[in-house]
């Protein structure tokens, strides 16, 4: 007998949690399983009043068992292998026609493999990117999804209901078919760990010059009032002022300089490289994380290289801070919006960079006041796909890119790291410079190795003039 579960959810950990409590709270009813059926009657508990949605599953075969069909059910697992084995435990289970959904932050490329697997055996499959953290889950995160019409369409109703809204349109959207979900999430972090890193420079420097914790949370919440207007810049404002309850220090202030991170940064910046795309504001804070791991070897430096001459420049104003970090974090969606485009044109997905931005408006961790001038400007048309040279925002850029240049020359003078600033400002002199510098490069290549270089007066490889 089927059961009259509407939805299924395997993995109870703290985004599974929330996203089966978002799902019963909607009034959907669902059927919830974990790895360690332990934790079921923990998590029924929790539910409080909403438990008379909630079928708390053994087994997987008691969680298929409990669902209508066709079954939907969504892992909320770790990506990788426990992914995979969840799959397995599944696959036998389920019927042509039932649909899996997969909730982690899984690679792409995986996604793209578990689709063609499962969709040839007639099981319907979604790679969904989930954002927004636990609060997200709870609440309303951002979904980002990727699979066939008819997966989508099976559990597109739980999903809308459960999804942030933005001027009352879900932030859940099919963005394309097998890996895009994923890919577009996976960007998604990367630009999240571009903006994170923009945001430590600019803290870094106003803490150079002696202010606490508490005076630049001020600032931040001050910014977040304007054009800077952002979850993350609100966060940054929360974390600074809060105090450790232990010493009665801010927090900020006992925590150790050294940054985790699960992947998802780097993934954007190795399929950015492969598609010829570098996200080099990215690539700053990927390396910033890892750099951050390497605390004796710090400590070592500090006395190993020199530091700069006190006599540097002046000490940027707020201003100038606040309009630095508007123009890195424009500069950074611009990069995470070309990685985009050309992976959809790599893979053949046809993906729509409006519908993107859209589905980032609200819910997700980079949601900020810039996504739905991004998605207008990509309805109108960008120039070159780069969205830094939409007239929106290469006006913005104008107003804002002065003030990133003396905060870079000032962070130089002060010897304050700030390689995510210095990056964004790269990319935007570079794509201002119509002729460069790597004829020289060209010219190298061709003495040392023969390479041949092209000539801006006639067709075809040519060979310069070296002695052999
Ligand atoms: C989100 C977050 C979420 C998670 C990241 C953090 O969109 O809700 O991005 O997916 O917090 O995995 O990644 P790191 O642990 O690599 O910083």
């Keep these: 007998m089927d059961g009259s579960a509407r939805i299924g959810l395997v993995g109870l950990g703290t985004m599974g949690s929330a996203l089966a409590l978002n799902i019963a709270e909607r009034g959907f009813a669902v059927a919830v399983t974990n790895r360690t059926a332990a934790r079921l009657p ?6 409080g009043p909403l438990a008379e949605r909630i079928t708390a599953a053994e087994t997987p075969q008691a969680l298929v068992a409990a669902l209508a069909r066709p079954r939907a ?10 992914t995979d084995a969840q799959i397995a435990a599944l696959r ?30 007639g099981i319907r499959f979604l790679g969904l990117g989930v954002s927004g953290g636990e609060a997200g889950a709870r609440q309303g995160p951002s979904l980002m999804a990727g699979g066939s019409a008819q997966a989508w369409e099976a559990v597109r109703e739980v999903l809308e209901a459960i999804a942030a809204r933005f001027a009352g349109m879900p932030c859940a959207r099919l963005l394309g078919p097998d890996g895009t979900g994923h890919f577009v999430k996976t960007v998604h972090n990367g630009i999240e760990y571009a903006d994170m890193q923009l945001i430590a420079e600019i803290y870094g420097l106003m803490r150079s010059e002696g202010r606490s914790a508490h005076a630049i949370g001020e600032v931040f ?44 940064g780097r993934w954007t910046v190795i399929e950015a490289q492969r598609l010829g795309v570098p996200a080099t504001v990215t690539e700053a804070a990927v390396a910033a994380r890892a750099w951050s791991a390497a605390a004796a070897a710090r400590a070592a430096g500090t006395a190993l290289l020199a530091p700069p001459d006190r006599a540097h420049g002046p000490i940027p104003t707020e201003g100038d801070l606040e309009k630095a970090l508007l123009a890195g974090r424009i500069l950074a969606l611009s990069q995470g919006f070309q990685v985009l ?6 893979f053949g ?18 949601r900020s006041g810039l996504l739905d001038d991004i998605a207008h400007a990509f309805r109108e048309g960008v120039p070159h796909g780069i969205l830094a040279f939409a007239p929106f925002f290469a006006a913005r850029l104008a107003e804002t890119v002065p003030a990133l240049r003396r905060v870079v020359a000032a962070a130089a003078g002060a010897g304050e790291p700030a390689p995510a600033l210095a ?6 002199d570079t794509f201002r410079t119509a002729r460069g510098t790597t004829n020289l490069i060209q010219a190298q290549r061709d003495y040392f190795g023969a390479h041949g270089f092209e000539r801006i007066d006639a067709e075809g490889s040519h060979h310069g003039p070296w002695a052999s």
Excluded at 42 to 47: L, P, T, W
Excluded at 73 to 82: D, Y
Excluded at 231 to 252: F, K, N, Q, S, W
């Design 73 to 82: 059910v969504v892992l909320m697992v770790p990506a990788g292998e426990a």
């Design 42 to 47: 923990g998590f029924v508990a929790e539910a």
């Design 92 to 121: 036998p289970l389920l019927e042509p026609g039932d649909v899996l959904v997969d909730g982690g932050n899984a690679d792409f490329r995986d996604t793209r493999r578990r689709s063609a697997e499962l969709e040839a055996a």
């Design 221 to 264: 919440a001050g910014w977040n009032e304007g054009p800077l207007n952002a979850y993350l810049t609100e966060i940054t404002a929360a974390v600074l002022l809060a105090d450790d309850p232990a010493t009665g220090r801010p927090v900020v202030d006992v925590i150790a300089d050294r940054a985790g991170q699960k992947g998802t």
């Design 423 to 428: 990056a964004a400002l790269a990319w935007h």
């Design 349 to 366: 997905w046809g993906l729509d960079l409006a519908a993107c931005a859209e589905v980032w408006r609200a819910g997700c961790i980079i």
């Design 341 to 346: 485009a050309a992976a959809s044109e790599e």
